[in-house]
C-alpha cells in the first residue's frame, strides 16, 4: 500500500524557553509525525520582532533536543524568508488594501455597530474603498469577499467539524503589520505551503486562526494540510499556560534524565497520554504507541511503514 507521504511541524515563537504549555504542542506534532512515518520540522517563527527574545530560539532547539525530540532537515526562522512574504503580497494583487485605523479605532466603531460582545475585533471595513484625505497607511489588509459572507469549513482531526464566517467575524485582516512586520498569518500559510506541510498539529488557541490560513491557501493556490489541535493547556485560574502567565521553563542546566520527570511525563499526562518510563528513550517508545491509541480512540486508523 502507497503511505500518503506526511510533513508535520513545530513552530514555535522565539519569545522565551520551550515551557510546559509549548511542550505539548511539540510532543503531539513530533508523536503524530512518527506514527505516520513522516517527516518533522522545526520553524522558528520570529516575524514579530519586538517580541523575540535574544537567545530563545536556541535554548527552544536545545530543549528539544534534550527532551528526545529530533527534527528532520535544517530548522528554518522566518526572519531569512522575508522574500517569500514579499512574493506572495505581490501575488494576492488587488485583493491587498492599506489602512489607516487603529486598534482603538476599530473597536470604537465595533461599540458603535452594537457589536462589543464579539470575541475578536471586526474590522468594520473603513478603508476598503480606500483611504480618507488626510488619513496615513499603517497595515495591509486583505479583502474578505462580502456577498457571498466567506465562509470557511473544515474538519479538524480533534475538534470535529468548524466553520466559521470570516467576514461577519473577522472582517478584512492584517497581512503586514502597522510596524511593517508580517502579520502571523501570512507568514505562517507562505512557509506551510513552501515546506509542503501535510499536517499540521498545535494548540486549539490556533483554531481561530485556521478558518483565515486557510481562505489565504485558497488565494495563493496552495494545498490545504489536514489540521489537528489539542486542547490548551490552562493554569489553575485558566489562563493558557504560556511564558506570559508564567509558565515554567525547563531547567536547562538539569540533567536530561530528570527533564523525564520535570517535562517529559507532565506533559505527557495532559495529552491523556498513560506512560511509565524510567528512561527518557523508553519513554518515546511507549510514548508512539499510546499516540496511536489515542487517534484509534479519535476513529483514526494510522498506518506505520
Ligand atoms: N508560532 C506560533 C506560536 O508559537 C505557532 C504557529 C502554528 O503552529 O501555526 O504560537
Redesign the pocket.
Known sequence: MKLHPYIG?????P?GPLHLG?LV?AMASYLDAKVHGGTWLVRV?DVDRDRNVAGADQHILSSLQRCGMQWDGDVTWQLQRQDLYEAALRQLGENIYPCACSRREIADSQLRLGQAGQPNLVYPGTCRQGLAPGRTARALRLRTPQQPHCIIRFHDRFAGDISQDITAEVGDFVIRRADGFWA?QLA?VVDDGAQGITD?V??A??LD?TPRQIFLQQLLGLPQPRYLHVPVVVNADGEKLSKQTGAQAFDTGAPAESLLGSALLPAARLLGLAIQAETIDAFWRAAVPAWDAVLRAHGESPHRP
Do not use: K
Request: proline share 6%; aromatic share 12%; charged share 25%.
Open positions: 511541524r513545530f513552530a514555535p515563537s519569545t509549548s504542542a517563527e502571523y505562517v499540521i498545535r494548540g488557541d490556533l486562526s
